[in-house]
């Protein structure tokens, strides 16, 4: 199947610095990444949709000049926390969607763990 | 509103034990459900959808548009099927609603 990378996979940080966090698909091209947030035994919550070379659409409730996302290539997002705070410490999770027809799938990466200090 | 819920947080069962994990879902529309498994240190993965109507790793799902669930079931559990349980509408193009999720146990 797919493969969706993400790096890093784990970072720590200290309050008011800012982290990206690339997502990378590495066997298929993709027009629409996904990014979400899971919190400690809670769901994915969806913070933003990607879509290649234009701006990123960001669900009701997430700030978009805290999370700035950018998907300059069909292979690669990046999401940058800014002025990082401890409550923006979490599981980020991306996925891709594939290109094409057929069935709708979307490729999970393995995640990123931020911690803000 | 869409929605989907998944009433147990936590689900344990012996070894050989018929299991169900529920979900019942809200959509105006015509519905598309999967089923996402997530295993111990591992990424979210597509466990099956409702559209292929197949059978995987013994698990099957089916779409009951009447009572608006997307139970998915498996006669005989086993201890490799320990994992975080996600049921997942699919809204538009790739858009997904993902519910709570229900974590799996399976015991000797």
């Known amino acids: 199947g797919a493969v969706v990378s993400q790096h890093p996979s784990r970072v720590i940080c200290k309050s008011g610095t800012s982290v990206k966090i690339e997502c990378r698909s590495l066997d298929f091209q993709a027009t629409t990444m996904f990014w979400y947030r899971q919190f400690p035994k809670k769901s994915l919550m969806l913070m933003a949709t990607s879509n290649e070379g234009s701006k990123a659409t960001y669900e009701q409730g997430v700030e978009k000049d805290k999370f700035l996302i950018n998907h300059a290539s069909l292979t690669l997002s990046t999401l940058t926390v800014t002025s990082a705070h401890p409550e923006d410490s979490s599981f980020y999770i991306c996925s891709a969607a594939t290109l094409g027809g057929g069935e709708p799938e979307q490729f999970f990466g393995p995640g990123t763990r931020l911690t803000v200090l | 509103a869409q929605r989907v819920t998944q009433p147990e947080k936590l689900l344990s069962v012996f070894k050989g034990a018929p299991v169900e994990l529920k979900c019942n879902y809200s959509y105006s529309g015509s519905p598309e459900l999967f089923w996402y498994v997530q295993y111990s240190r591992q990424r979210l993965q597509l466990l099956l959808r409702h559209i292929s109507r197949e059978s995987i790793k013994g698990f099957t799902a089916d779409l009951n548009k009447g009572e608006t669930s997307f139970h998915l079931k498996k006669p005989f559990a086993q201890e490799e099927d320990s994992a975080m349980y996600y049921c997942?509408?699919?809204?538009?193009?790739?858009?997904?609603?993902f519910g709570p999720g229900t974590r799996l146990s399976v015991l000797p």
């Open positions: 997942a509408l699919r809204l538009y193009g790739q858009n997904f609603v």
